[in-house]
């Protein structure tokens, strides 16, 4: 096959793409503006780097990215298996060692003899053969400018569509004080992975009153109603009334204190974010406070009253399209078919979503070059699911989702609970997936 394709972007989506493509043995030219240029968000030089969370979110099949997670394990991703390899335990989650995963995603797609990797920012489209834009939420504003004349302007102002995105600050562990704090899994699902942080009803009143009224950092055109419910600030969240923190992120559910035997009014929860266990985020705790009302107001927590940040929250903004309006299922432009896009720009959010987008674009776009009939994965399966959704031209209200049972077409019986119809429905893909997976894999040629 002599086709070549670009791939502008090494992040989750562009990363999965490109080896996608390469593996079926498409000649792919990728583009990446790291390390000469950055954006706020992105801290190193590698490729697919998480700027917000650890975490991959739930592994379990009762859970709707636990099974997008499977979907793309069997599929041979390449982000799922570098995220196996350089996991760490996080109860139900799937979390890496965030340094670790980027380094390998790197690695293994700058050693494919497939790719070739061009430094530099992309400030247009190029001007003939197929072209994947996988530049992500953080677009520059200069290809962000090429995007919008591509698509014939945006919304009713002219640009894109967009929301704020924020991540959570990081501590070091020797830091906090586990005289305070103690390690455990909620119900004690899983192993102790987590670090629990207890607040009583007056540390809890003093905490929600100095966070409500703390400084925020200012970021144009921030609005709360603008922030994707996601990855909300904390700070927004705990605006939303007194008690939504104790039945939000700081639920104390499931989590006895040992030196009480009781549930605590409030815990906050640590989640480890990196392999040796010597950084820790804070749970749920997305801001965009100035960084110094962040060291004053979290450290507040008892467990944390002399922590030491290593990283501060940040928000960002994020651009998506209006999908339904321009994209396919196989995320192309109607408009101009030889240009796919791929990733959180597309309108699926979270990072497996994102990684899913850039596998279906690889796979489908490898086929049509040789001459192959498209897979197309049916709605019933989460893959496919999140590419009908963001294509569905009967979305009145597009906004960025995650994957969830609830754009999955039901089972068509009655099932008792909804962690077994879950179940059925994973079940339900997976056989699905199962019964593709040969015609998928049989394109690979290295």
């Known amino acids: 096959m002599n086709d070549e394709v670009t791939v502008i972007g090494a992040g989750l989506a562009g990363s999965e793409c490109a080896w996608q493509l390469a593996r079926r043995g498409v000649r792919v ?9 950055r954006t706020p968000a992105h801290h190193t030089d ?18 709707a990215v636990g099974l997008l997670k499977e979907e793309m394990r069997r599929l041979d991703s390449l ?17 890496v060692d965030r340094h670790g995963f980027a380094r390998l995603v790197t690695e293994r797609v ?41 698509i014939g302007g945006g919304d009713e102002q002219g640009n894109t569509l967009h929301f704020f995105d924020a991540a959570a600050p990081l501590v070091t562990f020797e830091s906090v004080d586990m005289e305070s704090a103690w390690f455990a899994s909620r119900y004690d699902r899983g192993t102790a992975d987590y670090v629990n942080c207890p607040m009583t009803e007056a540390e809890y009143a003093a905490f929600w009153e100095a966070l409500t009224t703390a400084e925020e950092a200012p970021v144009h055109g921030f609005e709360d109603k603008n922030v994707f419910e996601g990855c909300m600030p904390v700070e927004v969240m705990a ?9 939000g992120p700081l639920k104390p559910r499931g989590l006895k204190d ?21 950084v820790y985020n804070l749970v749920g705790f997305q801001t965009h406070l ?20 290593v990283r501060y929250g940040v ?34 959010e979270g990072y497996v979503e994102s990684a899913a987008s850039g596998f279906l674009v690889g796979v489908e776009l490898a086929r049509r070059l040789a001459g192959k009939a498209p897979v197309d994965f049916p709605q019933e399966t989460a893959v496919g699911a999140l590419a009908l959704y963001i294509s569905n031209r009967g979305v009145a209200d597009f906004q960025p989702m995650n994957i969830n049972f609830g754009i999955i077409p039901p089972l068509g019986y009655r099932v008792r609970g909804k962690r077994n119809k879950n179940a059925e429905l994973s079940k339900r893909s997976l056989e699905i997936i199962d019964a593709l997976r040969g015609e998928v894999l049989s394109d690979i040629t290295g």
Do not use: W
């Open 29 to 37: 030219t990728l583009r990446e503006m790291k390390p000469h240029k």
């Open 46 to 63: 590698d490729f697919a780097e998480l700027v917000c969370s650890n975490s991959l979110r739930s592994d379990q099949l009762e859970n």
């Open 79 to 95: 982000i799922l298996s570098c995220a196996d390899e350089t996991r760490v335990e996080a109860g139900g989650a799937l979390a």
């Open 110 to 150: 700058r050693s494919h003899p497939q790719i070739t990797v061009v430094d530099g920012e992309v400030t247009d489209f190029p001007a003939d053969g197929n072209v994947v834009v996988a530049t992500g939420p953080l677009t520059s504003d200069v290809m962000a400018d090429a995007i919008v004349r591509k």
């Open 239 to 247: 605006r939303r009334g007194r008690d939504t923190l104790r039945y």
């Open 258 to 278: 040992p030196k009480t035997g009781r549930e605590p009014y409030a815990v906050v929860q640590l989640r480890r974010d990196n392999a040796d266990g010597s």
């Open 290 to 309: 100035r960084f110094p009302e962040q060291k004053r107001v979290f450290s507040m927590i008892p467990a944390l009253h002399d922590a030491e940040f």
């Open 315 to 348: 928000m960002h903004r994020n651009t998506y399209l209006d999908s339904p309006r321009l994209l396919d299922r196989y995320y192309r432009l109607t408009a101009d078919p030889r240009i796919a896009f791929a990733g959180q720009m597309t309108g699926v």
